[in-house]
């Protein structure tokens, strides 16, 4: 199982970032579970200092932006 940790305090960008997380890893068909970290102090324990930010297993993949679908999947299938 894989664990999606979205980086952000909600802005409309860290929600469609969420949205696109979601739908990626359900095309894919793995296991995941999703995390919303909005404490500033957390997410500048990740080293982000622009949000919003994905992780995956707790590792930050992106950073300021919130791609499409598809580039997601690239991200999660690596």
Do not use: R
């Not at 982000?48 to 679908?69: C, E, F, H, N, S």
Request: one cysteine or more; a negative charge; proline letters at 4%.
């Amino acid at each position: 199982m894989k664990t999606l940790q979205i980086l952000g305090t909600g802005c409309p960008k860290c929600k469609k970032l969420a949205e696109n997380a979601e739908m990626a890893a359900q095309e894919l068909g793995i296991e995941y579970e999703m995390e919303k970290v909005t404490d500033i102090n957390a997410i500048m324990g990740f080293g982000v200092m622009m949000t919003p930010a994905l992780a995956v297993d707790g590792q930050v993949k992106l950073v300021g932006k919130a791609p499409d679908v598809s580039e997601i999947k690239k991200l999660l299938s690596e």
